[in-house]
């Protein structure tokens, strides 16, 4: 089946750890996307990637990073700089291209920090 | 940077009914895009519309794109209450036209 996987679903980190998520696409997809979506509310883009080896910051990078060092892959880690990091994080693809297109999601990880 | 905004913040029908949720948005678009989202669930793409498109039809939506007001609705019809979701609308982040900035959305609960 083509998609986009996310692990872990849900992760519990304690203050001042680093932690990594993964997400992972067999769409063939060059673009790929990380959101944070906060209770009640919309997505704000964190990062993102056009091609392989190059990414991009979003509104809301401070605190986070990524490395795009495969196509299919798209890493994100939550480092201890990131002040208020419980919150569900989605990670999307699209085909990529001149114009903005549909975007595919993953089924999103749940970080709470104990 | 936030660009569209939906309306209502929550809307409640009973099954059967028509739901409508509209969208604002701020800069000029080459197109909009809606998304459902089920509790606790990653989004799924809806319909794409484009900026020299009026309305748009996928199965029991309906949406409608009125450049001039800058503003979109999404219509369902004849809702059930495996519709109950959030709704949001997506554009195009001015100037970057491959990023997509998301509304707050509309959650919209289908009662049987």
């Known amino acids: 089946d083509g998609g986009i996987t996310q692990s872990p679903k849900y992760l519990f980190r304690k203050e001042g750890q680093n932690v990594t998520l993964s997400c992972e696409q067999n769409l063939n997809h060059d673009a790929m996307y990380w959101y944070r979506q906060d209770p009640g509310q919309g997505l704000r883009l964190i990062y993102y990637s056009q091609i392989v080896n190059d990414f991009q910051k979003g509104d809301i990078a401070e605190g986070y990073s990524v490395s795009r060092e495969k196509k299919e892959s798209f890493p994100l880690t939550v480092t201890s700089a990131q002040k208020n990091p419980t919150a569900f994080y989605l990670c999307a693809s699209s085909i990529g291209g001149l114009d903005s297109d549909e975007q595919f999601f993953g089924p999103g990880t749940r970080l709470t920090v104990l | 940077s936030q660009q569209g905004e939906e309306d209502p913040q929550a809307l409640s029908i009973q099954e059967g009914e028509n739901a409508t949720m509209n969208c604002s948005y701020k800069?000029?678009?080459?197109?909009l895009q809606w998304y459902r989202q089920n509790s606790g669930r990653g989004l799924v793409h809806l319909i794409l519309i484009r900026s020299n498109e009026r309305e748009k039809h996928s199965g029991r939506l309906r949406v409608t794109l009125d450049t001039s007001k800058k503003s979109s609705s999404l219509l369902i019809t004849a809702s059930r209450a495996a519709d109950t979701a959030s709704y949001f609308c997506?554009?195009?982040?001015?100037?970057?036209?491959?990023?997509?900035?998301f509304g707050s959305g509309t959650q919209l609960t289908v009662l049987p």
């Open positions: 800069t000029s678009i080459n197109n």
């Open positions: 997506a554009t195009p982040l001015s100037g970057s036209a491959r990023q997509l900035t």
